[in-house]
């Protein structure tokens, strides 16, 4: 597999991971919301939960929006 593809390939992976996190925090985000724990606590968790979300997320991003450099510029 030639190196254009392997990126191609890890960019993919990297969104479906993303698609695939914000399923999972969306269904998490709705149990929370249907517990009976409580106004604070359930906004503890909810914090919990978003911080733990941007972390993921913003990991995947950043790494899908970095620039990829395959070779050095030739001196003219």
Same mark, same amino acid.
């Given at each position: 597999?030639?190196?254009?593809?392997?990126?191609?390939?890890? %960019? $993919?992976?990297?969104? /479906? !991971?993303?698609?695939?996190?914000?399923?999972?925090? &969306?269904?998490?985000? #709705?149990?929370?919301?249907?517990?009976?724990?409580?106004?604070?606590?359930?906004? %503890? $968790?909810?914090?919990? /939960? !978003?911080?733990?979300?941007?972390?993921?997320?913003? &990991?995947?991003?950043? #790494?899908?929006?970095?620039?990829?450099?395959?070779?050095?510029?030739?001196?003219?």
């Amino acid at each position: 597999m030639s190196r254009k593809n392997q990126l191609q390939n890890l %960019k $993919l992976q990297r969104e /479906l !991971l993303i698609k695939e996190l914000e399923s999972f925090y &969306i269904n998490a985000f #709705e149990r929370i919301a249907n517990l009976d724990l409580g106004e604070k606590n359930i906004a %503890k $968790l909810t914090q919990t /939960l !978003l911080q733990s979300r941007d972390a993921a997320i913003s &990991i995947l991003q950043k #790494e899908i929006e970095i620039p990829v450099i395959t070779r050095a510029p030739k001196n003219k």
